[in-house]
Structure formats: C-alpha cells, structure tokens
C-alpha cells in the first residue's frame, strides 16, 4: 500500500476543504511552520484506517472544528490491485465507502473489514511500527493501549517472517500450543508463582491430605496416649506400695526422733558459747575507752599549746597589713583627685572644639543645604504625579481583560461569519426601471449582490405585496447570540459601554502606566533613599554660629589632644593606685581573717581541755593496762567452751533431711492416689473409642489421597516442563527473527556508529541495548538524540521487512528527529533516502531550515477545489 492524496475537510482548523497530492514513491517531505495543520494530517491518516466510522471517542471529537461540523477524510492508495479512494465521515451522518475510480466496491462495515484487510490484520498495523506520531519518537512511548498494539504489530511480524519461524518451532502454531498448556496449567497452578490454584484439583488434592494426615496423627496421638496411661499406672501403683509400707514407715519415725534430740542438745551448748562471747565484747569495750581516753587526753594538750603559739603570730602580721592598708587608701585618694581634674579639662577642650567644627560646617555646608532643598522640591513634585499617574492607572481595564474582550469579539464576528455562510442567501436583479422597488427592512434591496439571510426575514415588493423566507433550522444563529451575550456580560464587568470603549480606557490606563513608571524612576533618581531620608540628611547640616571668639578648628584639636594625653596619664596613675588599694584590701582581710581563725582555734583547744576533768597520764595508762588484763581473761574462757561444742549446722542440717524424706513421703502419697484414680478414668475412655481400629481405616484412607496427589504433581510438573520447553523453543524463534531484523538494522545502525550492534529483549520484541566498541549501553540510559535514532533506524528496517513479506506500508515520521544534532542529522538523511529506495517514505516537519537539506519530493496542503 502507498499513499497518493489526502483530503481533509471539518477536520479541527480545515472547516474548509485542504488536500495534499503528488504524493511519490520514495521519500516525500511536507515542511511547513507550526500550527499549519501535520499533526492533524498525521491524526487525520490514523483515524482513517483505524478508527471505525461509527466511532465518538474523544480521539474522533478533538479531530472536529471549534465551529462544529462534521469530519470527513478520503485518502487515495494504490496496492497491487490497482487505485482506490478510503473515505469516512464521522459523528454527523457517518459513513465510509472504499471506491476504484468511480465504481462503488465497499461500504459501512464492508468498508471497514476491507481496509483492516489491506492493514494485514495487526491491531497496531502499520502505526505500531512505522508511523511515529508527533511528541513520541521512542520506540517504547504512548498509551497503555498504543503499546500493546504496537507489541501486537511486532509480534505479527514476526509471525509472517520467514519460513523458519512459521515452523512448529514458532509462528501463531507455537503460540496456539504454547497457550493450551498453559490453559491446562493454569487449571492446577496460578501464575508466576506457580503455587496450587484455590480451587483446583491440585490445591484439593494438597487440602485432602493435609486433612487425613492431620485425622492420622490425632488418632495416633491418641492410641499412644493410651499405651503410655497403662505403663504409668502401673509405675504409680509400685511406688505408693513401697512408700505405705510398715518398716518405711517406722525408719522415717525413728530418724526423725534422732536428729530432733541431737539438735535441741546443740542448742543449749551453743548459748553458754554466746554468753562467754558477749562478755568478751564488754572486755573489749572496756580497753578501747581507755585508749581512746588517754588518746584525747594527749591530743587536746598538744592543740592547745599550738593554738596558743599561732594566735600570736596572727596578732603581730595584722597589725603590720593594716598600716600598709591606710597607705595604699591615702595614695589612691590624691591620683582619683588628679583624674578629675584631667577630666574637666578634656571635657571643656572637647566641648571647644566641638563648637568650632559646627561653626566650620555650617560655613561649608551652606551649598549643601541650598542642593537638598531643591532635590526635595522636586522629589516631593515626583512623588505627587507618581500617586496621581498611580491612581489613573487603576481605572480601565486591563491587557488582560482587553485580550479576553478582543477574543469574544473575535469568536463574535467567527460565529456570524459562520452563521452567514450556512445562511440562506437572496440576489436580486432589477429589470430596467424597477431598481429599488424591493423593500428589506424598510431599506431597498441592493441589487446584484448576495445578502444573508439567518433568520425569517419579509421582503416588501412594490405593487405586488411580500415575500416572506424562512430559512432551514440552524444552530448558527444560537452560536451569534451566546458570543453576543459573552461579549456584553465582559463589557459590563468592566462597566464599558463597547469594545472602542474599553480600547480607549486601556489605553489610558497604559498611558497612565507608563507616566507612573517614569514619575517613579525620577523620584528613585532624586531620593533612592526616600524623601526622609533627604530632609534628615538636611537637618544634619548645622546653622551656622554668630560667636566671634570661637578658636580655629586646627587649635582646638591640638588643645584636646593635649587634654586628652594629661587624662590618660592620670587614670594609668590612678588605676595604678587603685590595683594597690583592692591588692591591700585583699592582704587585710585574709590576714583578719587568719587572725580569727587562729583565735577561735586556740578557744576550742582550751575548752577541750577543761571538758577533760582533773586526770593526770599516768592515771590514765594504769586504766588501760587493768582493761586488757580483764579481755585475755575473758577470751580464754570463751574459747575452752567453743571448742567442746557440737557443729549446730550439722545436726539442723540432720533434722531437716530427716523432716524433709517424712513430709515428701506424705506428699508423694497424696500424689499418686488422686493421679492413679485418673489414669484408670482416662485408660476406661479410651478403650471404648476403637481408636486402633479408626487409626487404621485413617492410614488407609490417607494413602489413596497421596497416591492421587503424586498423579497431579507429576502431570503439574509434565505441565510445567513442557511450557518451559515450548517457551525456549519460542525464545529460539524470535532469534531467528532478530537475525533478518539485525540485517536490516546493520548498514543504517554503521552510518551513524560504525560496528555498532543492538541485543534484543525477548518479551518486547525492541532494542534493549546498543553495543558501541565491545561495551553494551541499555536503551535507557542512551540520551534523547540518540535513542530517537535507534528508534528511526529500527522503524526503517520493519518497514523492509513488512514489504519483503509482502505487506508493504508508507513510512510516516512526524517531527521524529526533535534532539538529533547537526551532524547526526545528515547521516539520518542519508538513512532516509537509503531505504526510500524500495518504500514510500513521508517526513512532517516544523523545521524548514534543516530538512532543506533533506532532499525528496515537496509536498505542499493547498486548498481543494
């Protein structure tokens, strides 16, 4: 199939009819500036060959006019039967016939089913590997729905390619084999996962087992719970007979006796040991009073003597520090004296030349104040136009609202131009003498020229009556009167009374505008600090001083240097004198502080003394001998008693094993009753369950269940095995269609990159990456211009393909090299005339400059008829 003409007619901006014809063999170019209409050329040629006639999604609504109408497109094609016409009309009376010559062949559905004929059937057709839409230059781009059929298209391809692939090994045989299995598979497993399918034969199968293996268990749970009853029965039974027999009996009594007595006789030896110990504390008690006595005797006569000693040392260093205090104070008193002398002095010579630096500022400030004055003036009178060009500015409307009145106007005189053109339309001719005897409207009828008539309108005819026409109902005239009523409803908004109106008050407000723009930059000019800022700067500038006596500045500032020298000196001399002082200060007090101490020391000291008593040392050393004397006594004794007596911890230890085995006997007694009275309850119940004999059916049942479940594991897995085999052998296939692709690919892939390959991605049927120099690149990580590209170059080998299985198709790329740069696009061009040789290839592009090297036939859209 190629294309020869197009025609377009109510499709989006061609309300009027526009065809484009010559179209060639080989390479055809239609350039063209943006907004010319081939994007809709390209939208144009989709809808007829994959858009049914009866359609109204929102792709055939967005091909009508904002005017309205109805779309209608013919497109003439020639195969290898001859010429035809496809035309279709959509929304208002559609229709679609398919003509050869002047000979209707086909319409409505037959239309339809004959050109999804000439398509070869691919929901995707030639639009999902040869045609490249505007914005979409990638080979993986669109809709969800665009890129399923475009995968459909390429798998249909590779369906009719070669003779290999239509082999069992491939082609739609394997696919209809390769789907049975998976149909039967999908009846046991889910998929992906492959895990057994709720409420399939395998998860049954799964479910039963789990089951009786469950039941299986229980029962043999049970059956050993019974086993397991008798044996400890009888184990209780033996031990409550060994633990309730006579002699067990009285060997516990007789042991517990013992060790009772053995205990109690410990006892009693063990408080005669504590009595002789407790009297060995008092013993020791007694030698360290004494100790301790004579110890604070010695010390706190040893304290006093220095206390004494150091308190008169204190006394002495006192009154040394405080002479040396009342020298330091006298000195700082005559510097601080001299500091304020110096400081009077500097302030007057400050105020002095204070005084003569205003007298000579306001001397040379006189100029100064004269420009501020003015600057102030004439920033004031800016200040006041800005304000007033300011509030003119706020009246009118706006560019905005003007652009929106001016496009109501503009969509007004559309819909009347649109209402008289559908209008019935009324010539008069006059005979000779008659001109003007036709009344419309009160008015005479010009003759010789069509008038419009959009609504019932009555002709007066003079000396024959009226004529009234009514025109056929027209949506038109509603289209004038919702334009009309958006126009006034804008006016009104900005209370104008018409378009020239509102014209003339936007453009006094743009003048108003700009005045205010300029007042305000010559008020920026004058005062970029703001007026205020202006009159303070004026108000710094000193009036000038009528005292004659004022000294020059020159001598005032040397007389307040010399001032401020003599200041310096005396605060060095007085801060000088004032460090001394604290320093003075500080000796003082640590010293009073010392002597205080050292006072209160030696008061504690005597006073320990005195709490002493009248004792003499050698009285307290002859109480401390007595005091060890009665200890030895007393540790003797105690340790002839603890070496007679019994170990208390082991004759306790004795009565409690032997109280101990007596009450565990008793527990264990108590235990085992009850427990046998239950294992004889539980044995009773289950002997009249049958448990061996349901444990036994279980097992039975249990094996049937598995036998089944390892049947429908080996055919899930015969299932399995076999779809891998048929999807490998499916892999293998698309190989073999990768290679003719590859073919086609490596003389235009080696214009732009020599050596260059592409690997292939199974599932997609696309590139999936470029391989440059040994190194692989995936696709998506390729810049823009690039894969474009590859993307043009791919298109172009599928295109040679899908002739030489003899589906030829036009090549059609609209705007398809968007990031191509200069030097890649010449050899793109070179790409394009290479495999225009055998196809009819069609370019769209906005850019004129550079597809003028493209070379190719020019097509032009010119108007039909």
Same mark, same amino acid.
């Given at each position: 199939?190629k294309l020869r003409a197009i025609t377009l007619t109510n499709v989006r901006r061609f309300t009027d009819p526009v065809r484009i014809d010559g179209i060639a063999d080989g390479l055809?170019?239609?350039?063209?500036?943006?907004?010319?209409?081939?994007?809709?050329?390209?939208?144009?040629?989709?809808?007829?060959?994959?858009?049914?006639?009866?359609?109204?999604?929102?792709?055939?609504?967005?091909?009508?006019?904002?005017?309205?109408?109805?779309?209608?497109? %013919?497109?003439?094609?020639?195969?290898?039967?001859?010429?035809?016409?496809?035309?279709?009309?959509? &929304?208002?009376?559609?229709?679609?016939?398919?003509?050869?010559?002047?000979?209707?062949?086909?319409?409505?559905?037959?239309?339809?089913?004959?050109?999804?004929?000439?398509?070869?059937?691919?929901?995707?057709?030639?639009?999902?590997?040869?045609?490249?839409?505007?914005?979409?230059?990638?080979?993986?781009?669109?809709?969800?729905?665009?890129? *399923?059929?475009?995968?459909?298209?390429?798998?249909?391809?590779?369906?009719?390619?070669?003779?290999?692939?239509?082999?069992?090994?491939?082609?739609?045989?394997?696919?209809?084999?390769?789907?049975?299995?998976?149909?039967?598979?999908?009846?046991?497993?889910?998929?992906?996962?492959?895990?057994?399918?709720?409420?399939?034969?395998?998860?049954?199968? &799964?479910?039963?087992?789990?089951?009786?293996?469950?039941?299986?268990?229980?029962?043999?749970?049970?059956?050993?719970? #019974?086993?397991?009853?008798?044996?400890?029965?009888?184990?209780?039974?033996?031990?409550?007979?060994?633990?309730?027999?006579?002699?067990?009996?009285?060997?516990?009594?007789?042991?517990?006796?013992?060790?009772?007595?053995?205990?109690?006789?410990?006892? *009693?030896?063990?408080?005669?040991?504590?009595?002789?110990?407790?009297?060995?504390?008092?013993?020791?008690?007694?030698?360290?009073?004494?100790?301790?006595?004579?110890?604070?005797?010695?010390?706190?006569?040893?304290?006093?003597?220095?206390?004494?000693?150091?308190?008169?040392?204190?006394?002495?260093?006192?009154?040394?520090?405080?002479?040396?205090?009342?020298?330091?104070?006298?000195?700082?008193?005559? @510097?601080?004296?001299?500091?304020?002398?110096?400081?009077?002095?500097?302030?007057?010579?400050?105020?002095?030349?204070?005084?003569?630096?205003?007298?000579?500022?306001?001397?040379?400030?006189?100029?100064?104040?004269?420009?501020? %004055?003015?600057?102030?003036?004439?920033?004031?009178?800016?200040?006041?136009?800005?304000?007033?060009?300011?509030?003119?500015?706020?009246?009118?409307?706006?560019?905005?609202?003007?652009?929106?009145?001016?496009?109501?106007?503009?969509?007004?005189?559309?819909?009347?131009a649109a209402r008289d053109a559908a209008a019935t339309q009324i010539v008069a001719t006059y005979d000779a003498g008659a001109e003007g005897r036709i009344l419309l409207e009160g008015?005479?009828?010009?003759?010789?020229?069509?008038?419009?008539?959009?609504?019932?309108?009555?002709?007066?005819?003079?000396?024959?009556?009226?004529?009234?026409?009514?025109?056929?109902?027209?949506?038109?005239?509603?289209?004038?009167?919702?334009?009309?009523?958006?126009?006034?409803?804008?006016?009104?908004?900005?209370?104008?009374?018409?378009?020239?109106?509102?014209?003339?008050?936007?453009?006094?407000?743009?003048?108003?505008?700009?005045?205010?723009?300029?007042?305000?930059?010559?008020?920026?000019?004058?005062?970029?600090?703001?007026?205020?800022?202006?009159?303070?700067?004026?108000?710094?500038?000193?009036?000038?001083?009528?005292?004659?006596?004022?000294?020059?500045?020159?001598?005032?500032?040397?007389?307040?240097?010399?001032?401020?020298?003599?200041?310096?000196?005396?605060?060095?001399?007085?801060? &000088?004198?004032?460090?001394?002082?604290?320093?003075?200060?500080?000796?003082?007090?640590?010293?009073?502080?010392?002597?205080?101490?050292?006072?209160?020391?030696?008061?504690?000291?005597?006073? @320990?003394?005195?709490?002493?008593?009248?004792?003499?040392?050698?009285?307290?050393?002859?109480?401390?001998?007595?005091?060890?004397?009665?200890?030895?006594?007393?540790?003797?004794?105690?340790?002839?008693?603890?070496?007679?007596?019994?170990?208390?911890?082991?004759?306790?230890?004795?009565?409690?094993?032997?109280?101990?085995?007596?009450?565990?006997?008793?527990?264990?007694?108590?235990?085992?009753?009850?427990?046998?009275?239950?294992?004889?309850?539980?044995?009773?119940?289950?002997?009249?369950?049958?448990?061996?004999?349901?444990? @036994?059916?279980?097992?039975?049942?249990?094996?049937?269940?598995?036998?089944?479940?390892?049947?429908?594991?080996?055919?899930?897995?015969?299932?399995?095995?076999?779809?891998?085999?048929?999807?490998?052998?499916?892999?293998?296939?698309?190989?073999?269609?990768?290679?003719?692709? %590859?073919?086609?690919?490596?003389?235009?892939?080696?214009?732009?990159?020599?050596?260059?390959? /592409?690997?292939?991605?199974?599932?997609?049927?696309?590139?999936?990456?470029?391989?440059?120099?040994?190194?692989?690149?995936?696709?998506?990580?390729?810049?823009?211009?690039?894969?474009?590209?590859?993307?043009?170059?791919?298109?172009?080998?599928?295109?040679?393909?899908?002739?030489?299985?003899?589906?030829?198709?036009?090549?059609?790329?609209?705007?398809?090299?968007?990031?191509?740069?200069?030097?890649?696009?010449?050899?793109?061009?070179?790409? /394009?005339?290479?495999?225009?040789?055998? /196809?009819?290839?069609?370019?769209?592009?906005?850019?004129?400059?550079?597809?003028?090297?493209?070379?190719?036939? #020019?097509?032009?859209?010119?108007?039909?008829?």
């Amino acid at each position: 199939m190629k294309l020869r003409a197009i025609t377009l007619t109510n499709v989006r901006r061609f309300t009027d009819p526009v065809r484009i014809d010559g179209i060639a063999d080989g390479l055809n170019v239609l350039s063209e500036p943006n907004e010319t209409g081939k994007s809709t050329l390209f939208d144009a040629l989709h809808a007829v060959f994959f858009k049914p006639h009866g359609s109204s999604d929102k792709e055939i609504k967005a091909l009508r006019p904002h005017a309205g109408g109805a779309p209608e497109i %013919a497109v003439e094609i020639e195969t290898g039967e001859g010429r035809f016409t496809l035309s279709k009309r959509w &929304l208002s009376r559609p229709t679609a016939t398919v003509h050869r010559g002047d000979r209707l062949i086909a319409q409505s559905d037959e239309a339809e089913a004959w050109i999804a004929g000439i398509l070869g059937g691919a929901p995707g057709g030639p639009s999902g590997l040869i045609w490249v839409r505007q914005g979409l230059t990638t080979l993986a781009e669109g809709s969800g729905k665009e890129e *399923r059929q475009a995968l459909e298209a390429r798998r249909d391809l590779m369906s009719s390619v070669g003779d290999e692939v239509e082999a069992m090994t491939g082609g739609r045989r394997m696919d209809a084999a390769l789907a049975r299995v998976r149909e039967d598979l999908a009846r046991y497993a889910t998929t992906g996962r492959g895990s057994p399918r709720t409420g399939g034969p395998w998860k049954a199968a &799964l479910d039963e087992v789990a089951r009786l293996e469950a039941d299986h268990a229980a029962l043999s749970e049970t059956a050993r719970d #019974l086993h397991t009853a008798l044996d400890e029965r009888k184990r209780a039974r033996a031990e409550l007979r060994a633990l309730e027999a006579p002699d067990a009996v009285a060997a516990r009594s007789k042991r517990l006796d013992t060790a009772r007595a053995a205990h109690q006789a410990a006892l *009693r030896h063990a408080e005669t040991v504590e009595a002789a110990a407790q009297k060995v504390g008092m013993s020791r008690l007694a030698v360290t009073a004494a100790n301790r006595r004579l110890d604070d005797f010695r010390a706190a006569r040893d304290e006093a003597q220095a206390a004494g000693a150091e308190a008169t040392r204190a006394a002495q260093a006192l009154a040394e520090r405080r002479a040396k205090l009342e020298q330091a104070q006298a000195t700082r008193d005559m @510097a601080e004296a001299a500091l304020q002398q110096a400081q009077q002095t500097l302030t007057a010579a400050q105020e002095t030349r204070r005084r003569a630096e205003r007298a000579q500022a306001a001397r040379d400030g006189a100029e100064r104040r004269r420009e501020l %004055a003015e600057r102030i003036a004439q920033a004031d009178a800016a200040r006041d136009a800005m304000e007033q060009a300011g509030a003119e500015a706020r009246i009118g409307p706006d560019a905005k609202a003007l652009h929106r009145l001016e496009a109501l106007a503009g969509a007004l005189a559309s819909a009347r131009a649109a209402r008289d053109a559908a209008a019935t339309q009324i010539v008069a001719t006059y005979d000779a003498g008659a001109e003007g005897r036709i009344l419309l409207e009160g008015a005479a009828l010009p003759g010789g020229r069509a008038l419009p008539l959009p609504r019932a309108t009555r002709l007066t005819i003079a000396g024959v009556g009226t004529l009234e026409i009514r025109p056929g109902g027209s949506d038109a005239g509603d289209s004038v009167e919702s334009a009309e009523s958006a126009l006034r409803e804008a006016l009104d908004r900005i209370a104008a009374p018409s378009l020239e109106a509102a014209r003339a008050a936007a453009a006094t407000r743009d003048a108003a505008t700009r005045r205010h723009a300029e007042a305000q930059a010559r008020l920026t000019a004058l005062a970029p600090d703001g007026i205020d800022a202006l009159r303070e700067a004026l108000a710094r500038i000193p009036d000038a001083e009528e005292d004659s006596d004022l000294p020059d500045p020159t001598a005032a500032e040397a007389a307040e240097r010399q001032a401020r020298s003599d200041h310096d000196t005396a605060r060095l001399a007085h801060d &000088l004198a004032a460090e001394r002082l604290s320093g003075a200060r500080s000796a003082a007090a640590g010293t009073e502080a010392a002597h205080g101490a050292a006072q209160a020391r030696a008061a504690r000291a005597a006073e @320990a003394v005195a709490r002493l008593g009248d004792v003499s040392d050698e009285a307290l050393v002859q109480e401390m001998r007595s005091a060890a004397e009665a200890l030895a006594a007393a540790e003797a004794v105690h340790a002839d008693r603890l070496r007679a007596a019994p170990d208390l911890g082991t004759t306790a230890a004795e009565l409690s094993r032997a109280d101990s085995i007596a009450e565990t006997a008793q527990a264990e007694i108590a235990r085992l009753k009850p427990q046998i009275a239950r294992l004889e309850e539980r044995i009773a119940r289950s002997s009249g369950e049958a448990v061996e004999e349901r444990l @036994a059916e279980t097992a039975q049942a249990l094996e049937a269940a598995r036998a089944d479940l390892a049947r429908i594991e080996h055919e899930v897995a015969v299932l399995t095995r076999l779809d891998a085999a048929l999807d490998a052998a499916r892999g293998a296939a698309r190989e073999r269609y990768f290679a003719p692709v %590859a073919q086609e690919l490596r003389p235009l892939l080696q214009l732009l990159w020599p050596e260059a390959d /592409l690997a292939w991605e199974q599932d997609t049927l696309l590139p999936r990456a470029l391989i440059r120099a040994g190194q692989e690149e995936t696709v998506d990580i390729l810049s823009g211009g690039t894969q474009e590209q590859l993307a043009l170059l791919v298109r172009l080998a599928f295109a040679r393909m899908l002739s030489k299985a003899g589906r030829p198709a036009p090549v059609i790329l609209d705007d398809a090299l968007v990031f191509t740069d200069d030097d890649r696009i010449e050899r793109m061009f070179t790409a /394009l005339h290479r495999q225009a040789g055998d /196809l009819q290839i069609l370019v769209l592009t906005c850019r004129q400059r550079a597809f003028r090297e493209l070379g190719g036939r #020019l097509l032009h859209l010119e108007r039909a008829g």
